[in-house]
Every structure is written in structure tokens, then in C-alpha cells.
């Protein structure tokens, strides 16, 4: 029977039909890969049947890709059949056509594994996010070792590709194809295209097409990114979430009377945060040294039985106020640069230091600049990177201090040279000033970033079993050794020491908003001043300056979205990761929404519960919602109409 139906079936069919065959094995072979690979340790005693449904909705999405994938060589294989006396051009670019979006597909689900190790997520347009440093970008990737084995895979599989794709759209017409009868071209063509439809839907429904929040099986973090597909994730993303134009909220008042009640402002209702800051104290002109550490999550630092890499930071927290509830912006540096500089939290899919330039914002810089102090920016790399001199420069900070500095042997990888030549380096440029001014500084470190080069000329020997582990008891060894050669210096015991996270890493068991991407510590060291302790207020990156500006009695108008955590309590404190919302409340709840995947949790965040409450106490998950989106819309505002544009 199938034998006989199958002599009538035009050539485009059958090829059309063993190409999406190819596909789809492909992306199904490439969820395997994911599944072996990323699988955490808690999945070997998960619910098997879950996991088996995860796989049975990546039938879905592979088929939603695999479809779209096959939309041009289909039309190019018809017009050959219907042309085929006239020519054999389609059939040739049908063939081209086909390899090139089979090898696009093969190179994102490539690049897929390093990003989600990153991430936590697959590849989305967030990618594009560093397209003004490309070459920056491509270094990375390639100063990377591990990432050569996907690389080669790649190679490997579109030479692969290349030989089965001419095998099957390049074989000649068998005699019963060339003798098919237009009629039959035809029915076919009105028979195939409901199944294109339904490929192209990936459900019968008519409500609603596949999305990535039917990838939601569960509460696990890695069972929910089973099913989803990297090709599906980027050109949805690209194709479909738009940034649409600012258009100011009708209720952007309600907004901001909301963010003036949570700062504390009282008075008649203005479109400001702005208050200002009167101490009765003198003002104490201390130095300032603020180390903003890469990737440093606090889940490093050995909380909640995670491995401890970092004694010296664990030592020098015992000697200093260490904020063990403080949260970073975003999961990106620029996202912990601006907010921590700027005192604004992260805004949704925006790149702030490029962006928002349009007049300088109230930092430490600027008003310590009227204090006649001298101010820097030391970083590992080119500081040209991610706009990171011309952001600071504008924001009150003079001299740049980077790689550019040292002798280029020095630099050991994309990321420039290893931190504690460039903490020396500071060191040096401080004392040769000769000036007798008070200075600010802030250091941006790299080493504890991929692609994770260890300097070979230092005593120190990292012993851990990972790479990543063991830049970051690098990473930890230099700020010991940075601590060390500052005690030497005349100016030690009149400096204000801050250490935080730039943001975290994603760690496996911190929900699908990792919590490990946001928790980072917050270090004050003040010698002879402040009283070793451990503050558990909750705090966020733009407390940096108003804290910082307590401790220095400094008189100014805070125009931010923080507040000095050494003495003020947040009620809660909200954050962003690209198309996620996260709020932790004081008391122990965490809020987040997944708005790509249209999903919202409630968790117990304490001891990391992975209950979700969001139905039990509904009333608590609105509460967060409504505070984190209107503390979001108030900033955003006050942004676009003061530091960008409407």
C-alpha cells in the first residue's frame, strides 16, 4: 500500500520529507548532549515521568525549528518539480539553501552549550547584546580552550551536513518522479501544507501557538530548560520580543509616589526622588578603594554547604561589616558597573553604560570631584570595552588606569592582565601621585572570567577541580595579596575599603531566576573605624553610594534609588536578568517572573526551599510583583527623561 501511494508522491515531497528527518535527529541528538551534560545532581532522584515529559514537549520545539528550517528548500523543490524540464537551478539552490540554515542551526545549538554554562539560560538575542565590541567578544570566545571542542563539533557536523544534505537534495529524479502528472504535483502540495501549518505551529490548538512557557514541567530550574530549543529561543526572540518605543505609563505617578514612600520622602508629590542628605557630623575625607569583583557569587564564599573558594574574601569579612543579604543589579558587568556607580537599578535588555549618556549622574565621583579628590578607574582590559572610560569619565571619574599601562607580556588573555597586576599597578599609580589630595577609586576586576587563565610566574597553585574554581581561588588569592601590600602604604588606615560582587554566577538548585546570579557579598573594611559585624539588612548595588556617603558624613542630594544600609532598612530589594523580574523580601520570600516563559514563582529564599508558594500566598507573590514593576517604572522614567531621551 505504502509502496504503491508512495510512486505517485512528487520528488519534492520525499526530499522535503528526509531533510526534516535530518533536522529534527539533529536538534533531538543536541537535547541529549544538553540533557547528559548540564543534568544537575538532584535530577537522578527526580520523577523520571517529568523529565520524559520535558523530552516529549522538546518533540515540539524541535519540530517548530525544524519546520521553519525547511519553509525555502520546500518552495525551491516544488518550483523544481514544476520547472524541471527548464531547468535545474531551483534544485541547486534548494541544496544551498538547505545547507546554509542547517549549518546556522547547527552553529547555535554549538554555541548554545558555552552560553547557557554562563547564563543558566540558551541563546537568546541578549547575545547581541556585545555587537559594538565584536572583536572583544570573539577573543573571549576563542581565549577560551573548552570552547574549541564545540567548535570542531561544529566543523564537524556541517561537514556532515554537507555530504547527507547533497545526498538527498541532489539525487537525480527516479523514473516514476519524472513521469508524475501535475495533478498529482498539485494534490500533494494541497495535502502537504496543513502539515507545514501544523510544523510551523507545533500543536493542533488553535488558541495559542508553541512557546517557551510550555517548556515548564516542573519547579526544577534544568528540567524546565529540557525541552526548550537554542534555534527557537534566539529567532523568537529576535523575531517576536520587539523593545517597543517609551511610551510614558498612564500611571507613572502612582509609580512614583510608590518609589518616594519606599525612599522615604515626605512633602508634597513631585515627579523626584531627589532629598538631600544633611549630617550633623564633619565631613571625614577618607580614600576610597571600591573593588568590584567579577562573577564573585556569595554561593563561593561557602554558604548553604557550597564549596568555599575564597579564604582570604571569608578572612577579610571577619575583620570588616559584611552585608550577607545584598543583591546585585543585573547579570551582567555593565549591569553592576551602572548600578553601582549610578545608584539606578538594572533596566530590562538595556546596555547602560552605552546608553544612558546623554548628561553624567549623581555618583561618588562627581561629588567627591567638588571635594577635591582625585578619582580613577582601574581595569584589567581594554577600558574602551562595553563604553566602560566613557561612562566613568562622564560620571566624575579622570584617570583610567588598564592594561594599556603595562607591558603587553603582561596581559595573559582577552581579559588583560591578571588581577593582582593590576591591584600593584594601583598601588603604584596611588603612591607616585605625590599629590596630598584624598582619592576615590574603583577597580573592576577580570580574572574570575572565561575564558579563566591563571598567571604561571606566582607562587600560588589553585587546587580545585575546575577551571572556574580555580580562577576563582585565583581571584580570591589576589585580593589577599592586594590587602597585604595596601597595609604597607602611608594611606591604609585613612581608607574606606568596599568589596562586591559586579554580579554572581549560575549555580545549579538557585531557582530558574538563579539566585546565585544576584547574591553577592558586600564587603565595607574601614581600619579602626568600623566594627567588624554582619549586617543582615537587605541591600542592593545602588546602596553603594548612599552608604558609602555615610560612612564619609558627606552632606549631598541623593537623587538614587538607594539608601545607607548601615543604618535603613529595605523592605525589599528588586532586580532584573535580561527578561526575568526578581523582589526578595525581607522576610525570606522571593518573587520572579520568567515573562519570556510567562511564569511566575514564590519561593522561600532563606534556605534555598524549592516549594513554590506563589498559589498558597498569592497575596505576598502580588505584593512583590506590583512593588518591583512600579520601582522599575519610576526609575525608568526618571532615566529617560533626565539621563536618555522619551
Not at 420 to 448: C, R, W
Request: hydrophobic letters at 45%.
Amino acid at each position: 500500500m505504502f509502496a504503491k501511494i508512495k510512486q505517485y508522491l512528487p520528488r519534492f515531497i520525499k526530499v522535503t520529507f528526509n531533510l526534516f528527518l535530518l533536522e529534527f535527529v539533529l536538534l533531538s541528538l543536541c537535547r541529549l548532549v544538553f540533557y547528559y551534560k548540564f543534568k544537575t545532581i538532584d535530577i537522578e532522584h527526580f520523577d523520571a515521568t517529568v523529565i520524559l515529559e520535558a523530552f516529549r514537549m522538546g518533540i515540539s520545539f524541535d519540530l517548530v525549528a525544524s519546520t521553519y528550517a525547511l519553509l525555502l528548500p520546500f518552495l525551491l523543490l516544488l518550483l523544481n518539480d514544476l520547472f524541471a524540464r527548464k531547468t535545474k537551478a531551483f534544485n541547486q539552490m534548494a541544496f544551498v539553501s538547505a545547507l546554509i540554515i542547517f549549518c546556522l542551526y547547527a552553529f547555535i545549538s554549538m554555541a548554545d552549550f558555552p552560553y547557557f554554562k554562563q547564563f543558566g539560560t540558551h541563546l537568546n538575542k541578549q547575545a547581541f547584546l556585545w555587537a559594538a565590541s565584536p572583536s572583544y567578544v570573539f577573543k573571549l570566545i576563542i581565549g577560551d580552550f573548552s570552547y574549541y571542542s564545540y567548535f570542531f563539533a561544529f566543523l564537524l557536523l556541517a561537514y556532515s551536513l554537507y555530504k547527507l544534505i547533497r545526498l538527498i537534495a541532489l539525487r537525480p529524479a527516479t523514473a516514476e518522479e519524472k513521469n508524475v502528472k501535475p495533478i498529482w504535483i498539485f494534490l500533494s502540495l494541497i495535502l502537504f501544507v496543513p502539515f507545514l501549518i501544523f510544523g510551523a505551529r507545533g500543536r493542533l490548538s488553535s488558541k495559542s501557538t508553541t512557546h517557551e512557557g510550555m517548556a515548564i514541567v516542573s519547579d526544577n530550574l534544568f528540567v524546565n530548560q529540557i525541552a526548550l530549543n537554542p534555534n527557537f529561543t534566539m529567532f523568537r526572540s529576535l523575531l517576536f520580543q520587539k523593545i517597543k518605543p517609551y511610551k510614558i505609563p498612564d500611571d507613572v505617578g502612582r509609580s512614583l509616589a510608590f518609589a518616594r514612600a519606599y525612599l522615604g520622602l515626605e512633602g508634597n508629590f513631585e515627579k523626584s526622588i531627589t532629598r538631600k542628605v544633611k549630617v550633623d557630623s564633619v565631613f571625614r575625607p577618607y580614600n576610597i578603594i571600591v573593588v568590584c569583583m567579577e562573577s564573585m557569587s556569595m554561593y563561593k564564599t561557602g554558604i548553604h554547604g557550597r564549596e568555599n573558594l575564597t579564604p582570604n574574601l571569608n578572612q577579610l569579612s571577619k575583620e570588616s561589616v559584611l552585608f550577607d543579604r545584598f543583591f546585585s543589579s543585573g547579570i551582567h558587568t555593565f549591569n553592576g558597573l551602572f548600578s553601582t556607580v549610578s545608584g539606578f537599578p538594572g533596566m530590562l535588555t538595556e546596555h547602560a553604560l552605552r546608553r544612558y549618556t546623554k548628561r553624567p549622574f549623581s555618583t561618588l565621583g562627581n561629588l567627591l570631584l567638588k571635594k577635591n579628590y582625585q578619582t580613577y578607574l582601574a581595569v584589567t582590559h581594554d577600558p574602551v570595552f562595553d563604553n566602560m572610560e566613557g561612562f566613568f569619565k562622564l560620571n566624575g571619574y579622570n584617570q583610567v588606569i588598564s592594561s594599556n599601562d603595562l607591558p603587553g607580556k603582561k596581559s595573559i588573555g582577552v581579559t588583560g592582565v591578571p588581577d593582582h597586576e593590576l591591584y600593584h599597578l594601583l598601588i603604584s599609580k596611588l603612591n607616585a601621585s605625590g599629590k596630598a589630595q584624598p582619592f576615590l577609586a574603583f577597580v573592576m576586576t577580570g580574572s574570575d572570567h572565561g575564558p579563566w587563565l591563571i598567571p604561571e610566574d606566582i607562587a600560588f597553585k589553585p587546587t580545585a577541580e575546575t577551571k572556574e574554581k580555580r580562577s576563582t581561588q585565583y581571584a580570591d588569592w589576589a585580593i589577599g595579596e592586594f590587602m597585604k601590600e595596601a597595609k604597607k602604604q602611608s594611606w591604609y588606615d585613612n581608607t574606606l575599603f568596599v568589596f562586591l560582587g559586579d554580579h554572581g554566577y549560575s549555580i545549579e538548585g538557585t531557582y530558574e531566576m538563579p539566585l546565585s546570579y544576584h547574591h553577592v557579598p558586600l564587603i565595607l573594611h574601614k581600619p579602626n573605624t568600623l566594627k567588624p559585624s554582619i549586617n543582615h539588612h537587605l541591600g542592593y548595588q545602588p546602596d553603594v553610594l548612599s552608604t558609602v556617603a555615610g560612612v564619609l558624613n558627606l552632606d549631598y542630594e541623593n537623587s538614587t534609588f538607594g539608601m545607607n544600609i548601615l543604618n535603613e532598612r529595605h523592605p525589599f530589594v528588586y532586580f532584573t536578568a535580561d527578561d526575568k523580574i526578581g523582589c526578595v523580601s525581607d522576610d525570606g520570600y522571593f518573587f520572579y517572573e520568567l515573562m519570556t516563559q510567562k511564569t511566575k514563582r514564590l519561593r522561600k529564599y532563606m534556605e534555598l526551599d524549592q516549594k513554590d508558594y506563589y498559589s498558597l500566598n498569592k497575596a505576598k507573590a502580588d505584593s512583590l510583583e506590583t512593588s518591583a514593576k512600579k520601582m522599575l517604572d519610576a526609575a525608568e522614567f526618571i532615566i529617560r527623561r533626565d539621563y536618555f531621551a522619551y
